[in-house]
């Protein structure tokens, strides 16, 4: 047999059967709406193979047209047809599955781990409302800071051991960022850098940016190469600065003695010791009466103590002073119109008498074991 006597429309005819086989084969894998859609598209759609077809009906004499156009209409139904069948099919088995779901009453649900807030942030926190309430803004500055804004506006001479690369960490300038010239570049403190070392370079921020009268605090991390159970490389610290004209230390001692009121509770004495830091004259150190043993204080003997405050009766907190007329200049500040305080001490320090911590470590290694023990 030849097929030499084909018409147009046997052959066309004869591929929209096969068109619509095609689609009764690849129907039942359609599993949802999308799967429809997308045989609707692929059959009936502007670039649909039965709309192909359908283009071709031009092409045939136009006695077989009608024949044709009867046959393609009975394609596109029974396509049609089939995605509806399909549809109500897939939507029935769907409420079935719904209806035959078994629901456990019973079941008790786990419950979502809440999270907490870590307890040197906890405190970092407490102690910024304390400050807040006493009209301190609290202000923050770069973990990477240029060493004249750590040290040299600071009054550090150039020799300190702090400045030693045992004491703080050196960082790198950016790739690029180095001063090129002719031979060695000169050093220069405002283009090299450190982790700070102490949360004082947000003083000198401060200072150069706004006019007395200056009343912040800074809490923030700070970074020195010291690592045993009492010290870690990174700790927490928070730092006082008052500026105005006619700022006296008798401020300064009835600020701490306000705020050491406000974390600890009442009737705990607060000391200042005569000690060194560049940028106070006169400095000290400060301390509070041990708030677990609540010994008494100088003075009064004996004093046993307890093992907190290493039986003294006192415990050491940070250090304070006057701020040094020489970083007042550095600052751009007239040490002849205005005098100022500044004290410093630790958070993490804080957050071990707050919780009772022995070790410092405890609060950094992330162990949940520890960390769930504070649900603040
Ligand atoms: N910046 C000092 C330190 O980190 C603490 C301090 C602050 C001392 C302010 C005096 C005045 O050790």
Redesign the pocket.
Known sequence: MSDAKQTPEDDTSERLRAELEAFEAALPAAADEAGLYELQVRFLGKKGSVTALRKRMGKVPPEQRKALGKAFNEVKQAIEGGLERRRVELESQARERELSRRVDLGFVPERARAGAVHPITATRRALEVIFRRMGFDVLDGPHVEVEDYNFDRLNFEPEHPARDMQDTFFVDPPAGAAASGAGAAAWDPAKSFVLR????PVQVRTMLSHRPPIRIVAPGT?FRRDDDPTHSPMFN?I?GLYVDRGVTMADLKATLYGFVRAFFGPGLMVRLRPSF?P??EP?AEFDMQCPFCRAPGEGEQPNAGCGLCKHTGWIEL????MVHPAVFERCGLDPEVYTGW???FGIDRMAMLRYGVPNLKHFFEGDLRVLEQFPC
């Open positions: 070392t102490h949360t004082s700070v610290q730092e830091f940028f106070v400095g940070g250090g304070s002073g500044a004290f410093g």
